[in-house]
């Protein structure tokens, strides 16, 4: 399957500070990657799709100028969540699908944002 | 609108006891079906799929799943529990985009 890595695993900001989480898709191009929320004992909430030179596109609810996405090459996505609060703390995992809908989507290792 | 169920939140088990995890949906069309496990704060890790044919599939890690279209049903089982396949499991959905739908997870425990 397909190799995603993030970086960083494990990051503490303190509160009103922009944090910047990249995700690596390692042995192939991809056009689409996806990031994902997880609060503790809690499923994946999509947050959004990030689209290789354009925009990305946001699931209802998530503030796309608190949480930049930028998908400037195939191989790179990268999460900023801007002016950071206590309450953007939790797990945010990123993936992506090496082919059409019916492809297997595969997961980063996920990156653990504690902000105090 | 899509959405998947899982039914226990958690599920104990035995070791070397057979192992069920539950996973029903509501989709409009054919779904392609997932199961994922997670271990703690990792990602998620890929086990098995249903996109068609036999409904028996088989997975890693001697995991299998059957697909019950009557019953829209898709329990992971394996035959024989091992205190390592202690993890969060989930199922997940996808109809005709690339967003997959994830249900609200299974936390397995199993017992030495």
């Known amino acids: 399957g397909a190799v995603v890595s993030q970086h960083p695993s494990r990051v503490i900001c303190k509160s009103g500070t922009s944090v910047k989480i990249e995700c690596r898709s390692l042995?192939?191009?991809?056009?689409?990657m996806f990031w994902y929320r997880q609060f503790p004992k809690q499923s994946l909430m999509l947050m959004a799709t990030?689209?290789?030179?354009?925009?990305?596109?946001?699931e209802q609810g998530v503030e796309k100028d608190k949480f930049l996405i930028n998908h400037a090459s195939l191989t790179l996505s990268t999460l900023t969540v801007t002016s950071a609060h206590p309450e953007d703390s939790s797990f945010y995992i990123c993936s992506v699908i090496p082919g059409g809908i019916q492809e297997t989507q595969y997961f980063g290792p996920g990156t653990r944002l504690l902000v105090l | 609108a899509q959405s998947v169920a899982q039914p226990e939140d958690q599920v104990n088990v035995a070791e070397g006891n057979p192992l069920t995890v539950k996973c029903t949906y509501s989709?409009?069309?054919?779904?392609?079906l997932f199961w994922y496990v997670q271990y703690p704060n990792r990602g998620l890790q890929f086990l098995l799929k249903?996109?068609?044919?036999?409904?028996l599939v088989k997975g890693s890690y001697g995991f299998e799943a059957e697909f019950n279209k009557s019953q829209t049903s898709f329990h992971l089982k394996k035959p024989s529990a091992l205190v390592s396949d202690s993890a969060l499991y989930f199922c997940?959905?996808?109809?005709?985009?690339?967003?997959?739908?994830f249900g609200t997870g299974t936390r397995l425990q199993v017992f030495p």
């Open positions: 249903y996109i068609t044919g036999d409904n």
């Open positions: 990030s689209n290789e030179g354009s925009k990305a596109t946001y």
């Open positions: 997940a959905v996808r109809v005709y985009t690339d967003k997959l739908i």
């Open positions: 989709v409009s069309g054919n779904p392609y």
């Open positions: 042995d192939f191009q991809a056009t689409t």
